[in-house]
């Protein structure tokens, strides 16, 4: 049975499949620019949970528009964390 042309309430448009989608998204963040292999995409229901960890805020931010662009219509949740990178403003004591 084939759901092209169904529709969800509301009347809007079936998206595709969910799963090919982020299947799609994950290998555009892995051979892209970006080249990026540090963020997880999990299917919440009909939401996307993206996390991991990324170099800058500015890659956070294209990763998120990445996802928002390829998973249009369905709800995309960040947990994406920045590493610091800055050096430390103090000496580790050991012990």
């Known amino acids: 049975m084939s759901n092209h042309g169904s529709q969800r309430a509301g009347d809007a448009p079936a998206a595709?499949?969910?799963?090919y989608r982020v299947a799609h998204l994950q290998d555009?963040?892995?051979g892209g620019d970006l080249g990026e292999l540090g963020?997880?995409?999990e299917v919440r229901g009909e939401a996307v949970l993206l996390t991991?960890?990324?170099?800058?805020?500015?890659?956070?931010?294209?990763?998120l528009r990445l996802a928002r662009d390829e998973l249009a219509?369905?709800?995309?949740?960040?947990?994406?964390?920045v590493?610091?990178?800055s050096s430390p403003d103090h000496?580790?004591?050991?012990?």
């Open 39 to 41: 963020v997880r995409v």
């Open 91 to 95: 000496a580790e004591e050991l012990a």
């Open 73 to 81: 219509g369905h709800p995309v949740h960040c947990d994406i964390v």
């Open 16 to 19: 595709p499949n969910l799963d």
């Open 52 to 63: 991991g960890t990324v170099p800058s805020a500015q890659c956070r931010d294209e990763v």
């Open 83 to 85: 590493t610091d990178t």
């Open 28 to 30: 555009h963040l892995a």
